[in-house]
Structure formats: structure tokens, C-alpha cells
Antibody
């Protein structure tokens, strides 16, 4: 069965960076895109960016450009998301999610379990 | 950016009732609209895509309709496991979500 398993919760100081992993299994890794979203308490999900694991190509929401890095390791079917220059406004649950490789069908059929990021001095 | 507006924010309903949730887009998204169900401390779960296609694992009491800027999610007879937060998501131009509608037990 398809699974996306994320790394665990993180506590970071303001100004630091955080890296979260998302390990995929149960499907052909390079045939689907992986997205990253975050969700603050009581809010809807917010899309951050996407990576095509087959090529390593990425695209980001404007507000995250320059602060988010996405990489993929096809040998382990794992995608990594690094968010830098953390502030208190980055405190949220971060999700990876899968979509088809068709840009016209970027809905998310499988999600990771989420990783809570706390930003505190 | 396309803004998605859901209404109401909270809906208090009794099991067995029929409910309709609304989602409005600030500009046309064609039928590139998905709905997700989210329970506490869980990830969202895909419920509807293409505005009206039900995802695997959800029963027929869930249905989606609409196109352009106005969309609805209908649950024909609420069951206890349906009490959750529901989000709409447009993927026509960029990717954006509504703020959610919480279904709570009356």
C-alpha cells in the first residue's frame, strides 16, 4: 500500500533551519510528484512547493521562494524539505503529499502523517 | 492567487441529517476542485476530486457538485465518523485551500 512516512517533530530557535524527510513506499517513486504543505492551528493547509523526483525539478509558492529547498533521493525514495530563517510564524504541522505527474491534476491522494515544527527561543 | 471561501465555518448537525457545505472561488477554477476530510491529529484525506469524483474508500453518501466558482459537498445522512473538518482545494491555477468547515455534533 502507498505510504508516506515523515520524520518526527522538531524544535528550533528563531533564525535556524529545519529539515524534514518524507519516505515513500508502495508505488513507483519517480512516477508521482511530491508536494509540501503546512498547516497552522485552526487554518487550512498552505501549499509550499513541489518536486518531481524523476528530474529533481522544483517549483515553489512565491512566499517561500528563496527559503525552501526540496531534494529527492531516488535510491531511498525519500524527499527532503529544508526551511531556513525560521520565525515564530513558521510554527505549524508540515505535510508531504503525493499527486500525479499531471500538472492539471495536482490534488493530493496520499499524505504523510505530518511533522510538528515548533519555533521557540 | 485564487481565494477559496468556505461556509459556514462551523455546522452543528445531528446524526442522520443531510448537510451541504459550500465553497466559493474568487475566480473560475473549472472543475479542478477537491475536497478533503480531516480528523483531529490526522492528515487530510482526499474525499472528492474533479469536483464530483469520489475518492477510494468513501461511501456514496458523500457527493460533490459544481463548477466555475461555486461548489458544494453534500453528505446525505451523517454518520458519527463523518464529524470532522472539510476543506476545499482548487488546483486550476496555483494551489489554494479554503479555511474549512467543521462539522460538529448537535
Amino acid at each position: 500500500q502507498v505510504r508516506l512516512v515523515q520524520s518526527g517533530a522538531e524544535v528550533k530557535k528563531p533564525g535556524a533551519s529545519v529539515t524534514i524527510s518524507c519516505k515513500a513506499s508502495g508505488y513507483t517513486f519517480i512516477n508521482y510528484h511530491i508536494h509540501w504543505l503546512r498547516q497552522a492551528p485552526g487554518q487550512g493547509p498552505e501549499w509550499m512547493g513541489i518536486i518531481d523526483p524523476s528530474r529533481g525539478a522544483t517549483n515553489f509558492a512565491r512566499m517561500f521562494q528563496g527559503r525552501v529547498t526540496l531534494t529527492s533521493d531516488t535510491s531511498t525514495s525519500t524527499v527532503y524539505m529544508e526551511l531556513s530563517s525560521l520565525t515564530s510564524e513558521d510554527a505549524a504541522v508540515y505535510f508531504c503529499a503525493r499527486s500525479t505527474a499531471n500538472w492539471a491534476s495536482y490534488f493530493f491522494d496520499y499524505w504523510g502523517q505530518g511533522a510538528l515544527v515548533t519555533v521557540s527561543s | 492567487e485564487i481565494v477559496m471561501t468556505q461556509s459556514p465555518a462551523t455546522l452543528s448537525v445531528s446524526p442522520g441529517e443531510r448537510v451541504t457545505l459550500s465553497c466559493r472561488a474568487s475566480q473560475s477554477v473549472s472543475d479542478n476542485l477537491a475536497w478533503y476530510q480531516q480528523k483531529p491529529a490526522q492528515a487530510p484525506r482526499l474525499l472528492i476530486y474533479g469536483a464530483s469524483t469520489r475518492a477510494t474508500g468513501f461511501p456514496a453518501r458523500f457527493s460533490g457538485s459544481g463548477s466555475g466558482t461555486e461548489f458544494t459537498l453534500t453528505i446525505s445522512s451523517l454518520q458519527s465518523e463523518d464529524f470532522a473538518v472539510y476543506y476545499c482545494h482548487q488546483y486550476n491555477k496555483g494551489l489554494s485551500f479554503g479555511q474549512g468547515t467543521k462539522l460538529e455534533i448537535k
